[in-house]
Nanobody, 115 residues
Framework: QVQLVESGGGLVQPGGSLRLSCAAS????????MGWYRQAPGKERELVAD???????NYADSVKGRFTISRDNAKNMVYLQMSSLKPEDTAVYYC?????????WGQGTQVTVSS
């Protein structure tokens, strides 16, 4: 079983930056994909970005050029550096790990972009 804990959310002005972190613990197979998803009020959860254990990344079109996903395999951490934030980026951001044992979600962290 895998536990995921997100941190780093908060309130930021449009154009600002935030860095989200996700710490994974438990039984983690070396081959896995970690990712960030978000869910805004009244909307479905959507993929923001993900990264494989070998470092291959994938981004939603809406965040390309503004967000950067990275990971530290030794620490079982995944990060999301968010820049040029827009009000439409406001959502609860969730960390997800997909591996041989199945998948796990974190509890989410709120990101609010507002002046």
């Amino acid at each position: 079983q895998v536990q995921l804990v997100e941190s780093g959310g908060g309130l930021v002005q449009p154009g600002g930056s935030l860095r989200l972190s996700c710490a994974a613990s438990g039984t983690i197979f070396s081959a896995n994909t970690m990712g960030w998803y978000r869910q805004a009020p009244g909307k479905e959860r959507e993929l923001v970005a993900d990264i494989t254990s070998s470092g291959r990344t994938n981004y939603a079109d809406s965040v390309k050029g503004r967000f950067t996903i990275s990971r530290d395999n030794a620490k079982n951490m995944v990060y999301l550096q968010m820049s040029s934030l827009k009000p439409e980026d406001t959502a609860v951001y969730y960390c997800k790990l997909v591996g041989l044992g199945g998948y796990s979600w974190g509890q989410g962290t709120q990101v609010t972009v507002s002046s």
